[in-house]
């Protein structure tokens, strides 16, 4: 009987082991596919994980935009790539969904959806046949990831999200300061302007609650409408208070960080052709030595 169970124990243990060794086999022994989303990093394979890298290599489908493919081609190889996942989705007819009137508007609402149905039950399809099928996702997938606009259709089981390294760590990493702990900052703030203060800017009150308190701002999508932004900002946080931008975070060729305060940034980013690629941080933290000064207000408070 003993050794049954440990035969039976050794059975199980392999099949774990298969599963995350070599889990695009293991899954298409077992009958259906699995849909994975890949958080490839900010700026191509140098910071994408060897989890991400590896499970592209595994896939027997992927579906990503064209400067994904390019930038992964040696590890998507020649597999197929039924469709760009982003086309339709944030765009109507040539137009971004900013830009369209009420009337198209209107039919963007029910058109998106369409089209991502129409997506969904092509995944599921592959799915059926035995298939893995890997979405390359940008960054972080599960921090502002446009990828969940395809998860959320699928039953959990039929998902595995592969982390990846979010753009705000490439730009903390050529910024070189601590967003926290920094001088009194109190916490660390991501988000976007249309989630802090609505589409149009039009509700300010959570802002406004917010710059009571010393903490680190890091907006993400905030150049597109850089004088919207910081009319906002400039009637909460002290006109001094630093801000950075960074651009093409994680990139080596193109990397770069434009410095400024709440009262002059807004002009600097208006100036800036580069309107999407690029992380707005704002805070205390930009000066000085904000981990040090942490340090010694918490060794006062200790006393």
């Known amino acids: 009987m003993k050794r049954i169970e440990r035969i039976f124990f050794i059975a199980i243990l392999v099949g774990v082991v ?5 889990p695009s086999q293991t899954i298409a022994a077992w009958g259906r596919g699995h849909f994975y989303v890949i958080g490839t990093g900010p700026a191509g394979p140098m910071t994408a994980t060897l989890q991400a890298l590896d499970t ?42 900013w830009e369209l009137n009420k009337e198209e508007l209107a039919r963007f609402k029910v058109e998106r959806f369409r089209i991502r149905d129409e997506r969904v039950k092509k995944i599921n399809a592959l799915l059926a046949e035995g298939k893995n099928v890997g979405l390359l996702d940008s960054g972080n997938p599960c921090l502002y990831g446009p ?28 910024l070189g300061k601590s967003t926290i702990p920094a001088h009194d900052t109190r916490f660390v703030i991501q988000t976007a302007p249309f989630s802090l203060m609505g589409w149009k800017m039009q509700d300010p009150q959570l802002l406004k609650d917010l710059a009571k308190y010393e903490s680190t701002i890091i ?11 910081f009319a906002a900002l400039q009637k909460e ?15 080596p060729d193109r990397q770069r960080v ?34 040090e000064a942490a340090m010694k207000r918490g060794q006062k408070e200790l006393e």
Not at 147 to 173: K, L, N, R, T
Not at 220 to 229: D, F, G, N, R, S
Request: net charge negative; hydrophobic share 45%.
């Open 56 to 97: 592209i290599k595994q896939m027997d489908v992927i579906i990503a935009n064209e400067k994904h493919i390019k930038l992964f081609a040696e590890y998507a190889g020649s597999k197929p790539v039924p469709f760009d996942p982003w086309t339709g989705i944030w765009d109507y007819k040539g137009k971004i969904q």
């Open 258 to 291: 434009v410095r400024g305060t709440v009262a002059d940034m807004g002009d600097k980013l208006v100036a800036d052709k580069e309107k999407f690629m690029g992380l707005l941080f704002i805070g205390r933290f930009l000066e000085g030595k904000p981990y």
């Open 18 to 22: 298969a599963v995350f060794v070599f």
């Open 237 to 251: 946080l002290p006109p001094d208070m630093p801000c950075a931008v960074v651009y093409w975070a994680g990139y």
């Open 219 to 229: 907006l993400y999508m905030a150049l597109w409408k850089p004088q919207e932004v």
């Open 147 to 174: 990828s969940h606009w395809y998860i959320e259709p699928f039953q959990p089981q039929d998902v595995i999200i592969i982390p990846g390294m979010g753009c705000d760590a490439a730009a903390m990493a050529a």
